[in-house]
């Protein structure tokens, strides 16, 4: 049914924390249900937790098992700041929606923040404010116009002058962008956090299973798996991250190759506020702390997907992105001791693809994407809840799959 291909490689630097273990079992016979998700990362997690919290019995199926995609590979820097400036968006979507969409991102981020706490999930959650240098793609006057367009849709905006930025972050670039109410976070205690919060309201997860088949009827939609059981059920989800089904149209979708490592924990060398540093360069380079006060650096994409391709570059982009961070920060120690690549979706406009499927009405697609891909899973668990419940999601139809 999905793509299949190796979604990551190397070490993440997650594996040095502990998250909580999800209670799987394998599917040994044939189930009904009201949603079946398909998928256990951070996409499939949030939906099963926003969907068991409405009252829904729900099954989950993963054919490896929780967090074990691309979820554990993320950088998991929290933003509502969409990977294509506000100002660029403009020119493809317009003013009225582009703003919509970075609105509801940035409602999105704040919800996620606020359904944490509620649920009591220790993931790690820091408030970050993110600073977006000057790069090669925009300027200090592209900056300065990106902030004043953010303002004027309602999104706090600081630009920073060269001056303001040595003396505040001690970083020598032309200028930045400051903005706040972005996380920081670890993807698999969150993602096994909201696994567990399903579970105690009655979902079941089965893995390693693997959906293989799906038959969409009026009534009801029928999933093969691997295994032989058959699972019923009114409505299906499909999380499956950068594996695409058949089903879903993937002309708008790419994917592509990122890097990122983590250096060894130095609480002492971090920047002032640890804040979220990203540049509008291409290629493109982005920067978090842990809590223990490890720095994490990303970026160096490339347009292809091939894994074996992407898996021996490991070296040369580890090296590269290395010497960056040292460039920026001269006094932290650069070396990592995590390294790793994975698979990364994109769309022209960097939005994400959410909804009924055509001509499906019951089967969603959820897929998160790129460098907002957190942000974007908790877009999708709102907007699957309301169509589930029958009330009306003011967004939806910015994101949803072309008829
Ligand atoms: C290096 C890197 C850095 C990143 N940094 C960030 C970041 O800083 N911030 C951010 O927001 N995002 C970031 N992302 C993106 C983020 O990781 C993804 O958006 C997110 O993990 C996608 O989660 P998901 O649940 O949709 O997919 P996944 O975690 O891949 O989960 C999908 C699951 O579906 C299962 N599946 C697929 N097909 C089937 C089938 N037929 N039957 C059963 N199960 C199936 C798979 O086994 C998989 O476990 C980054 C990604 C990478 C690779």
Redesign the pocket.
């Known amino acids: 049914?999905?793509r299949?291909f190796d979604?990551?490689s190397g070490r993440?630097v997650w594996m040095a924390y502990r998250a909580p273990s999800v209670p799987c079992t394998r599917l040994r016979r044939d189930a009904r249900t009201d949603v079946l998700v398909?998928?256990?990362?951070?996409?499939?997690?949030m939906v099963a937790e926003s969907l068991t919290a409405a009252g829904f019995r729900v099954i989950l199926?993963?054919?490896?098992?929780?967090?074990?995609?691309?979820?554990?590979?993320?950088?998991?820097?929290?933003?509502y700041e969409i990977d294509v400036p506000l100002t660029r968006l403009t020119r493809s979507l317009g003013r009225g929606r582009s703003e919509q969409a970075w609105r509801r991102s940035r409602l999105a981020v704040a919800n996620l923040s606020a359904r944490i706490d509620e649920l009591g999930i220790s993931c790690g959650k820091v408030d970050r404010s993110s600073l977006l240098l000057t790069g090669n793609d925009l300027g200090a006057g592209g900056l300065r116009a990106e902030a004043e367009a953010r303002r004027a849709a309602g999104l706090y905006a600081e630009y920073l002058t060269r001056a303001r930025l040595q003396e505040r972050f001690g970083i020598a670039r032309a200028g930045a962008i400051l903005s706040p109410g972005n996380l920081a976070l670890d993807?698999r205690q969150l993602?096994a956090g909201l696994l567990l919060c399903a579970i105690e309201r009655g979902a079941r997860c089965h893995?390693p299973?693997?959906?293989?088949i799906i038959e969409a009827g009026r009534d009801r939609v029928t999933v093969a798996?691997a295994d032989g059981p058959v699972i019923s059920a009114a409505h299906v989800i499909l999380?499956?991250?950068?594996?695409l089904?058949e089903l879903v149209p993937t002309k708008a979708h790419a994917v592509i190759s990122?890097?990122?490592i983590a250096t060894r924990a130095q609480p002492r060398a971090l920047w002032p506020e640890e804040a979220l540093i990203w540049e509008s360069s291409d290629p493109y380079l982005?920067l978090?702390t842990t809590g223990d006060g490890r720095i994490i650096c990303?970026g160096e994409d490339e347009e292809f997907a091939d894994e074996s391709a992407r898996d021996a570059l490991i070296p040369t982009k580890t090296a590269r992105l290395s010497a960056k961070l040292a460039r920026l920060f001269p006094s932290v120690d650069p070396r990592p001791e995590f390294a790793?690549?994975?698979?990364?979706?994109t769309t022209r406009t960097g939005l994400p693809l959410i909804g009924k499927l055509p001509g499906d009405p019951r089967v969603h697609a959820?897929?998160?994407?790129?460098?907002?891909?957190?942000?974007?899973?908790r877009i999708a668990a709102e907007i699957v809840r309301a169509d589930l419940t029958g009330a009306t999601d003011a967004d939806a139809a910015l994101f949803a799959f072309e008829a």
Do not use: C, H
């Open positions: 049914m999905t299949t979604l990551r993440p398909v998928g256990m990362g951070i996409s499939g997690a199926v993963d054919r490896r098992g929780p967090m074990l995609g691309s979820t554990p590979a993320s950088t998991a820097l929290v933003q993807p993602t893995a299973t693997k959906a293989t798996t999380a499956t991250g950068y594996e089904t990122t890097w990122a982005y978090r990303g790793w690549t994975g698979a990364f979706g959820v897929m998160g994407y790129g460098g907002n891909g957190i942000t974007f899973s």
